[in-house]
């Protein structure tokens, strides 16, 4: 499988080396800076492209889309009109209409990929995770804490960008709160309703020698409602005075999940924790470190094994369906937020 990038952020510093250790091959990467791009590419060893479109007609059997959320559907819809496979960043869109025109596309191009990239999903620990939770190991769920608490948006000289633009999808929510909703509604199942707090603690941010107003949160908190009568809290900080281990906790009516940063414990009621982390599959480069990395070459070998025929090597996998499922519980939050924090259902 051959794949092309768009975007030299997260594409460029991990995608590439992730999946090229899988056995994938890089045909070229393009971005908005020509300039930027080309020296990306010399470092990488890649053909660049000036534009996006550009990519839609060279040899790539796969577009990964690492962009803002404001060019996924564009770009999306794009590349499955023009017959390729497509992997999109998250959050899915800017909004829920965009999400399911995303999705009516990738209906009309069933023989096409249209994946969004939730790589912890391809994680040993989550998918034991999930395995315990489907052989009833901790029976019923019950509640569940999920928290990712980071330091790197605390200061306040760290330049204005769209991340910092609510009309951008920017935000704390949509770029962190995306992967804690699919992961809950992968191991837990789906919601019927959510409430939720966004909140900005830095208002401004340079940019060429003013100040512009960040519109977009940099901590949310968020309560859902299970399908299954359970509930889940989700907190996001970006602006905390140090980084912790993402983590989350999942207590049912015989047995907790326990998952912090690349490690599995399993507990049962009344008992004590039991490390359940699983070996590596696969060989991990020694460059390559952290859940989304790592994650990322799990997905790549899921997509070379798919490539070679193994079509349920993708069966876990992130659909477009799955997209405008979180989209639209991104959404209800922002709709909660702006209500109070009162209940929206699903």
Not at 134 to 157: E, K, Y
Not at 243 to 261: Q, W
Request: charged content about 20%; aromatic content about 6%.
């Amino acid at each position: 499988m051959k794949i092309a990038i768009i975007g030299t952020g997260w594409g460029a510093r991990v995608q590439v080396p992730a999946f090229r250790s899988a056995g994938l091959k890089i045909v070229g990467i393009a971005a908005q800076n020509y300039e930027k791009t080309q020296r990306e590419a010399a470092t990488l060893e890649v053909e660049a492209f000036e534009n996006w479109r550009d990519l839609l007609s060279s040899d790539a059997d796969l577009i990964s889309i690492v962009t803002p959320p404001g060019t996924h559907c564009e770009m999306s819809v794009a590349a499955l009109q023009a017959g390729k496979h497509v992997l999109c960043e998250k959050p899915t869109a800017l909004n829920q209409l965009e999400a399911q025109t995303m999705l009516e596309t990738a209906q009309a191009h069933p023989e096409q990929l249209s994946l969004i990239d939730h790589e912890l999903r391809f994680l040993p620990i989550f998918q034991m995770a999930r395995a315990l939770i489907n052989d009833n190991a901790i029976g019923q769920i019950r509640h569940v804490n999920s928290s990712v608490i980071f330091s790197s948006r605390a200061d306040p000289q760290r330049p204005w960008n769209w991340w910092s633009d609510k009309e951008q999808a920017g935000g704390a929510w949509g770029a962190i709160g995306s992967h804690q909703i699919d992961m809950l509604r992968w191991l837990c199942g789906d919601f019927s309703s959510i409430r939720a707090i966004l909140h900005t603690f830095v208002g401004e941010r340079p940019l060429d020698d003013q100040l512009l107003p960040v519109t977009s949160d940099d901590f949310a908190t968020a309560q859902v409602r299970l399908v299954n009568g359970g509930f889940a809290s989700v907190m996001i900080s970006g602006v905390a005075a140090l980084n912790e281990n993402d983590r989350m906790i999942i207590h049912g009516e015989h047995g907790a999940i326990k998952i912090e940063g690349a490690r599995l414990w399993h507990a049962e009621r009344d008992g004590e924790w039991q490390e359940r982390t699983p070996a590596h599959t696969v060989a991990i480069p020694s460059e390559i470190s952290g859940n989304f990395p790592v994650g990322t070459v799990y997905l790549g070998h899921a997509l070379k094994a798919y490539s070679r025929g193994q079509h349920d090597a993708l069966a876990q996998a992130a659909t477009f369906a799955d997209g405008l499922l979180t989209q639209t519980l991104l959404d209800a939050a922002h709709r909660s937020d702006e209500n109070d924090g009162g209940w929206i259902s699903i």
